[in-house]
């Protein structure tokens, strides 16, 4: 595809369910990161992808949050048991390289909105 | 802690009016730096970033930033503002140290007037 798509676009889930969220990273990318946005406020690293590999997870706020890309394309991040603050814009970005250098920046997809009630 | 600071949150000018934008960071070590907008509704996309070499670096759409190392800075200039750089603009500074992260600011709104 033409760029980095995201899905759902707006998601609401009570309080205790559990979500998935869909990235489809640029066809070909190596990598894939997710970042997390909460409002009035610069996106927070989660994880980093190299193929299927997680390279690293250090952002992860929390064991209720993980993330796949298990044939090193599409990439689902995970949040189990959802709480009022995980509401916040989910971003995902890919890179043609592995992780981001002067030739490889990263692509940002237009993010999923999640609201927890 | 190490961060990035973005010094206005919400800046309003009019049309040919010249704009810069702060940005200062915190980590001592060899930094990448980038800027970023977010028009409403789009995703975020790259405007300009600076590696090595001359620290004046230029980007898209007549944004130029200056890194100066001795003052942590990555500021953004534009000489004069369009209706149209109305969006929302994220510095964002990936450490070494850090590996592959970008660790980005809390952003700086841009209104411009016509």
């Known amino acids: 595809g033409a760029g980095v798509s995201q899905s759902p676009r707006y998601k609401v889930a009570k309080r205790g369910q559990d979500v998935a969220l869909r990235c489809d990273p640029i066809?070909?990318?190596?990598?894939l990161f997710w970042y997390q946005q909460a409002l009035g406020q610069g996106p927070e690293f989660l994880t980093y992808f190299q193929n299927e590999a997680q390279l690293d997870k250090s952002g992860l706020p929390s064991d209720r949050f993980f993330a796949e890309r298990p044939e090193g394309s599409v990439s689902t991040l995970k949040i189990q048991r959802t709480q009022q603050e995980d509401s916040a814009v989910y971003l995902c970005?890919?890179?043609?390289?592995?992780?981001?250098?002067?030739?490889?920046?990263?692509?940002f997809g237009n993010g999923t909105r999640l609201t927890v009630t | 802690a190490q961060s990035v600071s973005q010094h206005n949150h919400h800046v309003i000018l009019s049309e040919a009016a010249s704009l810069e934008l702060g940005c200062n960071y915190s980590?001592?070590?060899?930094?990448?730096l980038f800027w970023y907008v977010q028009y409403p509704g789009q995703h975020l996309q790259l405007l300009l970033k600076y590696f090595s070499g001359d620290p004046l670096v230029k980007g898209i759409k007549g944004f130029e930033a200056e890194f100066i190392k001795s003052k942590f800075s990555f500021n953004l200039r534009k000489p004069s503002v369009q209706w149209s750089d109305t969006a929302e603009y994220f510095c964002?500074?990936?450490?070494?140290?850090?590996?592959?992260?970008?660790?980005f600011g809390a952003g700086t709104i841009l209104r411009v007037k016509s």
């Open positions: 980590y001592g070590g060899t930094v990448n």
């Open positions: 066809s070909g990318h190596v990598s």
């Open positions: 964002a500074v990936s450490p070494l140290e850090y590996g592959n992260k970008l660790v």
């Open positions: 970005a890919s890179s043609s390289e592995g992780g981001v250098s002067y030739n490889s920046p990263l692509h």
